[in-house]
């Protein structure tokens, strides 16, 4: 049975760093395509970041690239999410979802989420 645990969130002042974690269970991790959603207060999903399975290739949305950076740790069945330059409309629940073995496979696991809030 898969399991993905997030953890990390938490209430940080706007420009200031923060990093996710996402722990995995019961699946080969190693061998899928990771990524990062959160959903905003009110909104729908939206996708952050994803990894393809052997760390080669990162992708970005517009609206965090070059603040957030994703990484992967295979051997210790994790993924991470690094954010600096944190702003206000970055508040917003933060899942990790585990892909497929190639990228444009759907997702079919979700973790239960970490809050992240911006606010001073």
């Known amino acids: 049975q898969v399991q993905l645990v997030e953890s990390g969130g938490g209430l940080v002042q706007p420009g200031g760093p923060l990093r996710l974690s996402c722990a995995a269970s019961g699946i080969t991790f190693s061998h899928y395509w990771i990524y990062w959603v959160r959903q905003a207060p009110g909104k729908g999903l939206e996708w952050v970041a994803s990894?393809?399975?052997?760390?080669?290739?990162?992708y970005y949305a517009d609206s965090v690239k070059g603040r957030f950076t994703i990484s992967r740790d295979n051997a210790k069945n994790t993924l991470y999410l690094v954010m600096n330059s944190l702003k206000s409309e970055d508040t917003a629940v933060y899942y990790c979802?585990?892909?497929?073995?190639?990228?444009?496979?759907?997702?079919?696991?979700w973790g239960q989420g970490t809050l992240v809030t911006v606010s001073s």
């Open positions: 979802a585990k892909g497929g073995n190639y990228y444009y496979e759907p997702l079919d696991a």
């Open positions: 990894i393809n399975r052997g760390q080669s290739s990162t």
